[in-house]
C-alpha cells in the first residue's frame, strides 16, 4: 500500500472516530471504556507486529510509537476504569 493511500486511510479513521465518539451519550462513556481498553490490548498487538515487520527503517519507527501510544492508552484506560469503580464501592 503506498504512503498516500495509508495517510488517506488514517485520516479518514480520525474523522469516523471521532464522529463516533461524539455521538455516545456521557452515561456510556464508562462502560465503553471497558470494551476499548480490550481494543487497545489488540492495538498494542498489532503494533509490536507492525514494529517487528523489517520492511524499512521508517516502519520500524512508526511501529515503535505505535507501541507506545497503544500502550500509555491502554493503562490509562484501565487507570481511569479502576478510578470509576472505586467510586461505587460499598463503604462498610
Known amino acids: 500500500m503506498g504512503l498516500i493511500a495509508g495517510l488517506t486511510v488514517f485520516v479518514l479513521a480520525i474523522f469516523i472516530g471521532v464522529e463516533i465518539i461524539n455521538k455516545i451519550p456521557p452515561t456510556l462513556h464508562t462502560p465503553l471504556m471497558s470494551g476499548s481498553n480490550a481494543i487497545s490490548g489488540i492495538t498494542v ?6 514494529a517487528g515487520s523489517e520492511h524499512s527503517s521508517l516502519a520500524a519507527i512508526m511501529g515503535f510509537i505505535a507501541v507506545v501510544l497503544a500502550t500509555v492508552n491502554a ?8 478510578r470509576m469503580l472505586k467510586m461505587f464501592r460499598r463503604k462498610d
Open 75 to 82: 493503562v490509562g484506560g484501565f487507570l481511569v476504569t479502576h
Open 45 to 50: 498487538v498489532g503494533a509490536l507486529v507492525a
